[in-house]
């Protein structure tokens, strides 16, 4: 379990980057006029998503999750290429980019990068990460149980989203 608390530990070092950026970028476009929508669901964002983590951890001990190396290995292939679709997200969408819901005004819409391919990449690489990094250590309730919150939580976050980019180009 030492080299699955050290990935899990590796993902949740990414998520304080990605927060750090997030916090640089909220900062920016608060600077140019930028207007949060959705703040009321954040908090059960960062409490569904920390759960993930720990719950990953929980289970794999409280519950002598066996790691399975089919399984294992194919999921963490899976949680490396979410990590490059969240990057590839981050880096396309540059300053706009952030962990809350915030639009500059007369900023235009990021069209490039994975943004060419599918309306909201970054919850992509969040739905398959939610599924395998549990299953990495055959976490399974914890899978399945973020699936089924996290999709409830998208609902919402992807019609804010929705909502707040309707007036950009």
């Given amino acids: 379990m030492v080299w699955y608390t050290l990935l899990v530990a590796?993902?949740?070092a990414e998520r304080?980057?990605?927060?750090?950026?997030?916090?640089?970028?909220?900062?920016?476009?608060?600077?140019?006029?930028g207007i949060?929508?959705?703040?009321?669901h954040y908090p059960v964002m960062v409490v569904l998503h920390t759960g993930l983590l720990v719950g990953?951890?929980?289970?794999?001990?409280a519950?002598?999750?066996p790691f399975l190396p089919m399984l294992g290995f194919s999921m963490l292939v899976?949680?490396?290429?979410a990590q490059g679709l969240?990057?590839?997200?981050?880096?396309?969408?540059?300053?706009?980019?952030?962990?809350?819901?915030?639009?500059v005004p007369g900023a235009t819409r990021i069209t490039g990068g994975p943004y060419r391919l599918i309306r909201h990449p970054?919850?992509?690489a969040v739905i398959v990460e939610g599924i395998a990094l549990p299953l990495v250590h055959s976490a399974w309730l914890t899978a399945l149980l973020f699936t089924v919150l996290n999709a409830a939580l998208l609902k919402t976050r992807i019609d804010v989203e929705n909502a707040a980019l309707a007036g950009l180009r």
């Fill in 56 to 61: 990953c951890l929980l289970e794999v001990a």
């Fill in 16 to 33: 304080l980057f990605e927060l750090v950026v997030a916090e640089r970028n909220r900062r920016w476009s608060r600077m140019r006029g």
């Fill in 36 to 40: 949060e929508a959705g703040a009321g």
């Fill in 86 to 103: 969240r990057w590839w997200c981050i880096t396309t969408l540059g300053r706009q980019w952030n962990t809350r819901v915030i639009v």
């Fill in 63 to 65: 519950l002598h999750r």
């Fill in 10 to 12: 590796a993902v949740a």
């Fill in 78 to 81: 899976l949680v490396l290429a």
């Fill in 122 to 124: 970054n919850y992509v």
